[in-house]
């Protein structure tokens, strides 16, 4: 038996521990297998055979070889961003949309001047009739995801309607960040022609803080092209105006609603008989919740065992 004001201390670090990894881990969640295997099969592809539309820029300062690939459109039904050699999107981040509720500054115009407009698909958001006026960036992970035509028709343009091969407004969509992080989101806006340059890669405030933390903003996003966007065709994808709690007035509760059926279309990506063997695991970055649940997991089991 120990003494009962070190049990204590022990008690009390035990619950300290406990609180943060559920914090840590209320963000993003560890990506299912088959989702982990997709991830490190088609970065080990290097690049897309099957490419619905190419030419886009990750970032404006590089170059235009990103592209919405269609690989796996017919055998597990999604479509991904990819570029060359390897890479897959960077995140930027979108502040489109209506703040007001959780809103704490990071979309303030001076970080985030080019907002302060619609999301592409704001008059469904407000059709669901739940008294929403358009999506919130810092409460719905919304997904940027097609290139409008536009109307200024920029030499080199590059325009993509996801809708053409299937997907769905206000679809979920899984985005895997750095260490096998899973976040679900919604396609919520498309990337307009108000840039010099067709761009990919891009995600509401909530999203990037679920991958890359607070430390995001309108200003920053995660640079490296390290990010898995995939969106599901079907209707099956369309949470609707119940499937979702659209009216939850923090990420973490939209977040919850939209898990069940995130896993679920997951759960209809296949492996493809192009994948190399072993990919899976090349390249691994254990994130630092791993260690968290695991100091927490020890302390759980010291607790018991001492208590
Ligand atoms: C929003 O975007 C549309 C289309 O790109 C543009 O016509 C409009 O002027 C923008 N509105 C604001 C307030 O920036
Ligand atoms: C939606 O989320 C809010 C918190 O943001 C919560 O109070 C509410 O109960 C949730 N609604 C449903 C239907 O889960």
Redesign the pocket.
Known sequence: MLPPRFSLQLTWLLKQYLLLSFFVVGAACDAPQNLRDLYDAIRAKRQCSNELATGFYSKSSGSNTFSYCGDRLQSSGIIYLQGRNGALANMDVDCDGVGGVAEDGRCRYELSPD????TSFRDAVVGYGKGLKDLNPYVHPYVVFGN?K??RHRAGWHPFDPTEKGMKPLSVMAVVCSGYQVVYGIWGDTN???GAKPMIGEASLALATACGGKGMNGDSGIDEDSILFAGFTGDEAVPGANGANWTATDFDSFEKSIEGLGTQLVGRIQADKTDKAGASGSGRIEPEWVHVAGAAAFVLVLGITLL
Do not use: F, M, R
């Open positions: 907002t302060q407009n619609v409008d536009g109307t307009g022609d108000d």
